[in-house]
C-alpha cells in the first residue's frame, strides 16, 4: 500500500465523484435532443445537488437510525468501489483490498440500506419500492458472480487489477466469445441496477411504477443530495467497470501525472460513449413490466453461464 | 487468413448460432423471433464461408452462399408468411415459462459440452473445438419444439435442429458432398413443412384453399 | 425502430428557439442568495381544478416550451420539492391533504398559484365544495393569471422563480 | 492444558447439572447458567489451545462403560467445531439466565441444559466409534427434551418434538449402522484403529459406508431432504437452545461427515464431493427460499440454518471433487471457506436466534406480520440484530462476507479442470451460492426492516421493553465476536492450516496466507482485506458527513408525519408487512414453490359493488414433507394398523405366539 497508491485511489473517488452528475446531465441532454427538446445544462445535475443542500432536512417520525445512516453508507460504499475499481491506473492501493466479488457485495450493503430505509418510514410506497428493489437486486446476483467467473476464468484472478493487465497483454480477448458475452450480461445487469429503462423509470412520477424512486420518497434536502449523487456515482462506477474491464486501452500502469491524465482522459471518452448509447437507446424502448424483469435477467444470466462455459471450452 | 484469426472469426459465427437460438427462446413476438432465425441462418452461412475461406475449399464458400440464401432468406421469408397468415395471436405460447426455458437451455448447453467432451479431446481443432456448439443448438431446437404451441414455432424449432445438425456437420465432417445432400434434402423437407402450415392457416382462416377463394384474397 | 429513428432525424429540434418573455430575468422571490437559482423542483397539487391548468402545465414541459431547459423539475414527492403549484379552487377535500403537503415540503419554498381559480376560486366561487382559495390557506409567493393561463404564462413564470 | 480444560469443562457441566437439580427455582436459573458458561469457556479454551498449539491431545478411559471404554481425541478438527460451540454456548448460557428467568426454568430444562452444551462440545472431542456415539446419543436426548420444555402451551412443540425424535433416531441408526461397518472391519474402536483399517476396505463398502454416514450426519445438519425436522424443532425450542442447536448442534453433521468420509475413510472417489455438494446446493437453495417467504422470524431462522449447512456442503462437496483430480491447495481453499463458515454461522445464527428470543419474550410473537417499531423500543437488540442481519447477508464488511468470498474463489478457480463433472458443476455452484446470497439478502431486510423499522403492526409490539441486562450481555458478547471475526479473520489462517492438515483425506498445505492485514491464498492471484474494507467504509463516511454537515445551514426538522402523498393519518396497516415484501419474489419462484394462495372478499351488504374486507392467506408447504414423507409415513401408518391386528389383548394368542417363537427358534437353531 504505498503512497502513490492511496493518492491514485482518492483521485480516482474525487475524479468519479466530480464526473458523475455532469455524466448523468449529458445522458438527460441526449435524451431531449432525441425528444425534439432541447433539456436542461449539463451541469444541471450538479446545480440540483447544490441546492438540495443548501436545503432543509425532514426527517419523519417512526423513523430511526437507519434512515439517517442509508445515505451516508450508500455513498460510502459507492465511493469506495469507485477508489477500487481501475479508472485511471492500475496501481490503485485498493486493488489487492478487495477483488470483483468485493465490489459487487459492496454495493449490495447500498442497496441493502437504502432498502431498509425505505422501509423506515412505514409508508406503503416506501415499503413497495424495497421490496421491489431487493428483488431485483437479488435476481441480478447470479448474473454478476458468474460474468465474473467468466471473466477470472480466463486470467486466473478476480482481482480487477489482473483482469485489466491481462486483456492489456492480449488484445485479442476482448473480441473473444466469452468477451463479449460476458459484456452483453453485465450491460442489462448495469440497466437493471442502475434503475434505468427498461427495469426502471428515473423519470417517473408515478408511484405505482417506480422502483428506486420509491424508496426515497421520504428524504429531501441534504439526505437527497447523497442519495442522487450516490444514484449518479454507482451508473458511473457500473459503466466504468464495463469500460476498463472491456476495452482497457487508455489506463494508465503507473502512477505518473502524465499517464494518469491521459487515463482520464480516456475512461471519460468510454463512459461518454457508453453513456451516450444507453441515452439513446432509452428513447426507443418501454419500460417492461415488474414481473417481465425476470425474464430479461434470466436471459442475461443465460448470457453470462455462456461466457463461462465458452471461456473455459473454447479458449 | 491467419489461424488466431480464424479461430476467432470461427467462435464467434459459432457463437452467434448458439447466441440467436438463445434468443429465439427468450422473445415474443413472433415476427422478431423469426426474424432472429433468420440470423442464425445468416450465421451458419458464415461458419462455413469462414471455414471455406480458411480453407481455400470453393466448394464450401459456395455451400455457404447457398446456405445463406436457403436458411436466412427463403425458409424464413416463407415462415414469416406462415406467420402473417395466422390469426392475431402474434405472441409465444409456451408450456414452461420464459426464465425456465432460458435455464433449461443453459443446463442444455452444458450436457453438450460435457457429452463431447470426449470427441473434443481426440482432435483439438478449432472446428473440433467448436462441435459442442452445434449439438448444443440441435438440443434446443428440440426444446423449442417441446415446449412450444403453435405449429409455426415448431417448424422453427425443426429449422433450429437442423441449423444445430448442419453446423455439427460444417465442424465435424470435411466431406463436402455429405453436407450438401443432406442439407438440401433437409431443406425442401422442412419447405414442405412450411407450406403445409401456411395452406393449413389458410383454411381455418378462410374455409378452404380453394382457388377461386384465394383468388378474391388477391383482390 | 428504424420509423422512430427516421422521425427524429426528420423532425429535430421543435423547441421555440426564440425564448419566451424578454432575456433572463433575475429571481424576484428570494432575493440575491436565491438558493434556487437555477434548480428548482416542482411539485404539483390539484386542489380542486377542472384539468385546464392541468394540461397547460403539461405542455409547459412538453417538447415545444421546454421549461426543463430552464432548470426546472417535476418531482414525484414535497420532500424533494422547492415549489409547490396549486391549481384549481381549494375544495373541501383537498384543503388537509394541501396543508399536508405544504407542511411536507422542505424550506426554503414558494407557492405558485396556478390560475384564476387558484388565485380567487374563478368560475367556482362559492360554489358548494368549494373551501376557498389558495391565499386563505397558504402563503403564496407567485401567482400566474389565466383561464387556463397559456404555456407562455407558464414558462415565463417558472423563469422568474429559477431566475434564468 | 487441554487435558485440564476439558476435566473443567466435565465438572462445570455436572455442577450446573447438580445445580439444576437441587436449587430452587430462583437461583437455579443463574447458578446453572454460570456453571455452563464456565464448561463452554473451558471447552473453547482447550479448542483454542490445540488449534494454536500443533498438538493433538488424547486420554482413554477404558472402562466407562460395561463393554467398552471412551477415548477422547481432540484434534484441530475437532477443536474447530468445539470452538463454533463455545462461541454461541457461552454468550448463549449467560443470556438463558435471563430468559429463562420467567420462562422454562423447571429442572428438567436446567438438567437438560448443561448436558446439551457439554455434550455438542464433547461430540468431536470423541476418538473412539463408543464413544462418538455415546455423545451424540446424550446430545440427541437432550435436545428433545429441551425441544419439548414448553410443550405445556404449545401444541406444535409436542409434533416438532414427534418429527424431531424419529428423525434423529433414524440418523442415529445410519451413524451406528456406518461405524460398526468400519470398526468391524478394522477390528478396533479407536479412531486411530479405524483409520489403519480403513484402508482394506473394498471401494464398493466404503462408499456404502460413506452413504450411510452422509444420510446420519446429513440429517442432523439438516440437509433437503433431511430437513423435515429443522424448521420445526428449533423455533419450539427455548430460544437460547435454538440458538445452540441452529449454530452449534447442526455443525456436527458437517463434521461426522467430514471426520468419517474424508478422514477415517480417507477421502474418496470424485462422485462422493458431487454428492455432497448437489445436496448443498439444493438445500442453499430450498432453505432461503422458504426463509424468505417465512413469516414466522424463528422459523425463518431456521430456515436460513438449512442454507448455511447447504452452503457449508458445497464447500466441502467442492474439495471432495477438487482432491481426487489432484488439486489439493483448492481443496484447501474450499475445506476452509466451508469450517469458517461454520465459526461464523455459529456467531450471527447464534445472536439472531438469541434476538429473536428477546423479541418473542417482549412481545410474545415471533410473527413478523405482527412486529415492527421495535428499534426504539429494543435499541440494543435492534443494533445487534441489524449486525448479525448484516453479517448473514454476508455483506461486507462483515464476518459472512469473508466465508462467501472464500467459497466464491474456491469455486471459481476450479477452471480449467480436466474433470467433466468439474467443469458442469462449478458455474451451477457459482449461481446458486450468488443467489442464495441475494435472497438472503432481500430474506433479512425483510426480517429487519419488518420488526424493527416504522410502526409496530400489533398492540403487543408497540408495548415491547428492552430484555434484561444478562440477555444483553449475551447479545452484545456475539455481536462482538461477528466483529471479531469481520475484522480480523486473519487470525484463523493458522487455525485453519491446521485443520486442513487434519483432514488427511482431503486437504494439504496452508489454504490462506496473510500479513495480518491481507488475506491471500495458496495457488490463486486474489486478495482481501476486510479491515482495510471496513476502514475505508468509515473513513468515507465521515469524510462525507465532514463534508455535508447536514443541518447546517437549516435546523433539521423532526416528528413530522412521514410522506403519504396527502392521505391525512398514517397507522400500521398501511405498512409493507413481511408477507407482502416477500411477494415480488414469490411470484418470480412460483414454478418452484407452488404457494397455496386464498382471496376472501367480502361484500358490503347493500351492493355487491363496495368491498368491505378482503383476505389474503399464503401458505407454502414444504414440497419435501408434502410428497415424500407423508407419502412414507401414510404407508407406514398402514403397516402399523395391521401390525395392531396382531396384538389384541387377548392372553391366549400371546401364548401362542410364544409357543410359535419357541418352535422356530428350536427348528432354526437345530
Same mark, same amino acid.
Given at each position: ?180 458475452? @460476458? ?41 437527497? @443530495? ?35 491524465? @491521459? ?11 457508453? @453513456? ?40 | ?53 480458411? !480453407?481455400? !475449399? ?34 409465444? !405460447? ?86 450438401? !445432400? ?38 | ?12 429540434? $421543435?423547441?421555440?428557439? $426564440? ?114 382559495? $389558495? ?30 | ?11 462445570? %457441566?455436572? *455442577? ?80 438463558? &439466565? ?41 446430545? *440427541? ?26 428423525? /434423529? ?26 483409520? *489403519? ?188 440484530? %441489524? ?105 484463523? /489462517? ?19 496466507? /496473510? ?8 495457488? &490463486? ?52 408487512? *413481511? ?80 409357543? &410359535?417363537?419357541?418352535? /422356530? ?6
Amino acid at each position: 500500500m504505498s503512497p502513490t497508491g492511496i493518492a491514485v485511489a482518492v483521485l480516482q473517488v474525487i475524479l468519479t465523484i466530480a464526473v458523475a452528475p455532469l455524466l448523468v446531465g449529458m445522458m438527460r441532454v441526449i435524451r431531449a435532443r432525441l425528444e425534439g427538446r432541447v433539456g436542461a445544462p449539463i451541469r444541471q445535475p450538479w446545480r440540483d445537488l447544490r441546492k438540495l443542500l443548501r436545503k432543509q432536512r425532514m426527517v419523519s417520525q417512526n423513523t430511526g437510525v437507519v434512515f439517517s445512516i442509508a445515505p451516508l453508507v450508500l455513498l460510502a460504499s459507492a465511493a469506495l468501489v469507485a477508489g477500487i475499481v481501475p479508472f485511471l491506473s492500475t496501481t490503485s492501493a485498493l486493488d489487492q483490498v478487495g477483488d470483483l466479488f468485493a465490489i459487487v457485495y459492496l454495493l449490495l450493503l447500498g442497496t441493502v440500506f437504502l432498502s431498509l430505509a425505505g422501509l423506515d418510514a412505514g409508508t406503503a410506497f416506501g415499503g413497495m419500492g424495497s421490496s421491489r428493489e431487493m428483488t431485483i437486486a437479488a435476481i441480478a446476483e447470479p448474473t454478476l458472480l458468474v460474468a465474473i467467473f467468466a471473466l477470472s476464468v480466463s486470467t486466473g484472478s478476480s482481482n480487477l487489477g489482473a483482469i485489466v493487465a491481462d486483456t492489456l497483454a492480449n488484445p485479442s480477448k476482448a473480441a473473444s466469445p466469452a468477451s463479449m458475452l @460476458a459484456f452483453s450480461a453485465l450491460a442489462v445487469v448495469t440497466i437493471a441496477e442502475t434503475g434505468r429503462i427498461p427495469v426502471d423509470n428515473p423519470s417517473t412520477h408515478l408511484e405505482l411504477t417506480m422502483i428506486h424512486e420509491a424508496m426515497i420518497l421520504e428524504y429531501s434536502g441534504p439526505d437527497l @443530495a447523497l442519495v442522487e449523487l450516490a444514484a449518479h456515482l454507482r451508473l458511473v462506477v457500473f459503466l466504468g467497470l464495463l469500460a476498463n474491464l472491456f476495452f482497457p486501452w487508455g489506463i494508465a500502469t503507473t502512477a505518473q501525472p502524465l499517464h494518469l491524465l @491521459a487515463a482520464a482522459g480516456a475512461v471519460t471518452v468510454k463512459l461518454i460513449v457508453l @453513456a451516450a448509447v444507453i441515452a439513446a437507446a432509452e428513447v426507443f424502448i418501454a419500460k417492461v413490466r415488474l414481473f417481465r424483469v425476470p425474464e430479461l435477467l434470466a436471459a442475461s444470466f443465460v448470457l453470462a453461464f455462456l461466457a463461462v462455459t465458452v471461456s473455459f471450452f473454447l479458449v | 487468413m491467419s489461424t488466431t484469426r480464424f479461430v476467432q472469426l470461427l467462435d464467434l459465427a459459432a457463437g452467434l448460432v448458439l447466441v440467436t437460438s438463445f434468443a429465439a427462446l427468450w422473445l415474443r413476438r413472433l415476427v422478431t423471433v423469426t426474424w432472429v432465425i433468420a440470423l442464425q441462418g445468416v450465421a451458419l452461412a458464415a461458419v462455413a464461408l469462414v471455414i471455406g475461406a480458411y !480453407e481455400h !475449399e470453393t466448394e464450401l464458400v459456395l455451400i455457404a452462399l447457398m446456405v445463406g440464401v436457403l436458411r436466412g432468406v427463403v425458409l424464413p421469408g416463407l415462415i414469416l408468411r406462415a406467420v402473417r397468415a395466422g390469426d392475431e395471436h402474434r405472441e409465444v !405460447e409456451s408450456l414452461i415459462n420464459v426464465p425456465a426455458a432460458l435455464l433449461a437451455a443453459s443446463g442444455l448447453t452444458l450436457v453438450a459440452y460435457a457429452t463431447t467432451r470426449d470427441v473434443v479431446a481426440l482432435s483439438s481443432t478449432p472446428q473440433v473445438r467448436a462441435l459442442p456448439l452445434g449439438i448444443a443448438v440441435m438440443l434446443i431446437g428440440m426444446l423449442l419444439i417441446v415446449t412450444r404451441r403453435k405449429a409455426v414455432l415448431q417448424i422453427m424449432g425443426v429449422l433450429m435442429l437442423d441449423n444445430g445438425i448442419a453446423l455439427v456437420m460444417f465442424l465435424g465432417t470435411s466431406g463436402v458432398p455429405l453436407a450438401v !445432400e443432406l442439407g438440401i434434402a433437409s431443406d425442401v423437407l422442412l419447405a414442405m413443412f412450411i407450406l403445409q402450415v401456411l395452406t393449413t392457416r389458410i383454411r381455418t382462416k378462410f374455409g378452404g384453399t380453394d382457388l377461386d377463394q384465394l383468388r378474391e384474397l388477391r383482390d | 425502430m428504424l420509423k422512430l429513428l427516421r422521425k427524429i432525424v426528420r423532425i429535430g429540434r $421543435v423547441t421555440e428557439t $426564440v425564448p419566451l418573455g424578454a432575456g433572463p430575468r433575475p429571481s424576484l422571490l428570494l432575493g440575491a442568495a436565491d438558493p434556487l437559482r437555477g434548480s428548482v423542483q416542482i411539485r404539483q397539487v390539484d386542489a380542486g381544478s377542472c384539468n385546464g391548468c392541468e394540461a397547460e402545465f403539461a405542455a409547459a414541459f412538453g417538447p415545444v416550451y421546454d421549461v426543463e431547459r430552464f432548470g426546472v423539475r417535476l418531482v414525484a414527492s414535497p420532500r424533494h420539492a422547492d415549489a409547490l403549484v396549486v391549481t384549481g379552487p381549494v375544495t373541501r377535500n383537498m384543503a388537509v391533504p394541501l396543508l399536508t403537503t405544504f407542511e411536507a415540503t422542505p424550506g426554503p419554498k414558494l407557492v405558485i398559484a396556478l390560475g384564476d381559480c387558484a388565485r380567487d376560486c374563478g368560475v367556482f366561487a362559492g360554489g358548494h365544495g368549494v373551501a376557498g382559495s $389558495v391565499a386563505d390557506f397558504l402563503p403564496v409567493d407567485l401567482e400566474i393569471p389565466g383561464c387556463p393561463p397559456t404555456p407562455d404564462d407558464i414558462v415565463v413564470a417558472l423563469r422568474r422563480v429559477a431566475g434564468r | 492444558m487441554v487435558g485440564a480444560a476439558l476435566a473443567v469443562a466435565a465438572v462445570a %457441566a455436572a *455442577a450446573a447439572m447438580i445445580a439444576g437439580a437441587v436449587l430452587p427455582a430462583r437461583s437455579r436459573v443463574v447458578w446453572v447458567g454460570v456453571c455452563t458458561a464456565l464448561c463452554a469457556t473451558a471447552g473453547g479454551a482447550a479448542a483454542t489451545a490445540v488449534l494454536t498449539g500443533s498438538s493433538t491431545f488424547q486420554a482413554n478411559f477404558p472402562n466407562l462403560f460395561p463393554l467398552g471404554g471412551v477415548r477422547i481425541e481432540f484434534d484441530a478438527l475437532s477443536a474447530i467445531f468445539s470452538l463454533a460451540t463455545a462461541i454461541v454456548a457461552v454468550p448463549a448460557a449467560i443470556y438463558g &439466565i435471563g430468559y429463562s428467568a420467567h420462562g422454562p426454568s423447571s429442572r428438567t430444562v436446567q438438567i437438560a441444559w448443561p448436558l446439551l452444551v457439554w455434550s455438542v462440545m464433547m461430540v468431536p472431542a470423541a476418538g473412539s466409534v463408543t464413544g462418538l456415539i455415546a455423545f451424540w446419543e446424550l446430545m *440427541a436426548l437432550s435436545s428433545l427434551v429441551l425441544v419439548l420444555a414448553e410443550h405445556h402451551h404449545n401444541v406444535e412443540a409436542r409434533s416438532a418434538a414427534q418429527w424431531y425424535a424419529a428423525m /434423529t433416531h433414524l440418523s442415529l441408526l445410519a451413524i451406528v449402522l456406518a461405524l460398526v461397518v468400519l470398526a468391524h472391519q478394522a477390528g478396533g474402536d479407536s479412531f486411530t484403529a479405524v483409520r *489403519a483399517g480403513a484402508g482394506d476396505l473394498s471401494p464398493a463398502t466404503a462408499s456404502v459406508v460413506f452413504l450411510l454416514s452422509l444420510v446420519g450426519f446429513g440429517a442432523k445438519a439438516g440437509v433437503v431432504p433431511l430437513h423435515v425436522w429443522l424448521p420445526r424443532a428449533h423455533p419450539e425450542a427455548p430460544s437460547h437452545v435454538s440458538a445452540m442447536m441452529s449454530g452449534a448442534m447442526v455443525a456436527l453433521g458437517v463434521y461426522g461427515l467430514v471426520r468419517v468420509g474424508w478422514d477415517l475413510l480417507g477421502g474418496g472417489p470424485t462422485w462422493w464431493g458431487a454428492v455432497v455438494l448437489a445436496i448443498g446446493l439444493a438445500s442453499a437453495m430450498f432453505g432461503i427460499l422458504h426463509a424468505l417467504l417465512s413469516s414466522d422470524l424463528k422459523r425463518l431462522l431456521a430456515y436460513s440454518t438449512t442454507e448455511n449447512m447447504g452452503l457449508v456442503f458445497i464447500g466441502v462437496g467442492a474439495a471432495g471433487m477438487f482432491a481426487p483430480s489432484g488439486n489439493r491447495s483448492l481443496a484447501s481453499v474450499a475445506l476452509a471457506a466451508s469450517m469458517l463458515l461454520v465459526i461464523n454461522h455459529a456467531a450471527f445464527k447464534g445472536l439472531l436466534f438469541l434476538g429473536a428470543g428477546s423479541i418473542l419474550s417482549a412481545t410474545g410473537t415471533r410473527d413478523l406480520d405482527r412486529l415492527g417499531g421495535l428499534a426504539r423500543r429494543m435499541p440494543v437488540t435492534a443494533a445487534t440484530f %441489524a449486525i448479525g442481519s448484516l453479517a448473514i447477508a454476508a455483506l461486507p464488511p462483515l464476518n459472512g462476507f469473508v466465508s462467501e468470498w472464500l467459497l466464491l474463489q474456491s469455486l471459481v478457480h476450479s477452471l480449467p479442470s480436466n474433470a467433466a463433472v468439474v467443469a458442469v458443476a462449478m458455474p451451477v455452484a457459482v449461481a446458486v451460492v450468488a443467489l442464495t446470497g441475494g435472497l438472503a439478502a432481500a430474506t433479512f431486510v425483510k426480517a429487519f426492516g419488518t420488526t424493527f423499522l416504522a410502526m409496530p403492526r400489533s398492540v403487543e409490539a408497540g408495548q415491547a421493553h428492552e430484555s434484561p441486562r444478562t440477555m444483553q450481555v449475551g447479545l452484545v458478547a456475539l455481536s462482538g465476536v461477528c466483529v471479531a471475526l469481520a475484522l480480523a479473520p486473519t487470525a484463523l /489462517t493458522s487455525p485453519l492450516r491446521r485443520v486442513s492438515a487434519a483432514v488427511g483425506g482431503l486437504a494439504d498445505g496452508a489454504p490462506i496466507r /496473510t500479513n495480518g492485514v491481507y488475506l491471500q491464498l495458496s495457488g &490463486i492471484q486474489a486478495g482481501l482485506s476486510p479491515l482495510l474494507l471496513a476502514t475505508g467504509l468509515a473513513v468515507l463516511m465521515i469524510a462525507v458527513l465532514a463534508v455535508v454537515r447536514r443541518g447546517r445551514l437549516h435546523r433539521t426538522v423532526r416528528d413530522i408525519p412521514a410522506w403519504g402523498c396527502g392521505r391525512t393519518v398514517q397507522t400500521a396497516r398501511m405498512e409493507y408487512t *413481511a408477507t407482502s415484501f416477500a411477494e415480488p419474489l414469490q411470484r418470480v419462484f412460483d414454478d418452484v414453490l407452488h404457494p397455496e394462495i386464498d382471496i376472501d372478499v367480502d361484500h358490503h351488504v347493500e351492493s355487491r359493488h363496495y368491498v368491505q374486507a378482503i383476505r389474503y392467506r399464503m401458505k407454502i408447504r414444504d414440497g419435501f414433507e408434502h410428497r415424500l414423507y407423508l407419502p412414507l409415513l401414510a404407508v407406514a401408518r398402514r403397516w402399523g394398523d395391521g401390525a395392531r391386528r396382531i396384538q389384541n389383548g387377548s392372553i391366549h394368542r400371546y401364548l401362542a405366539y410364544s409357543l &410359535i417363537t419357541l418352535i /422356530t427358534v428350536l427348528v432354526v437353531s437345530r
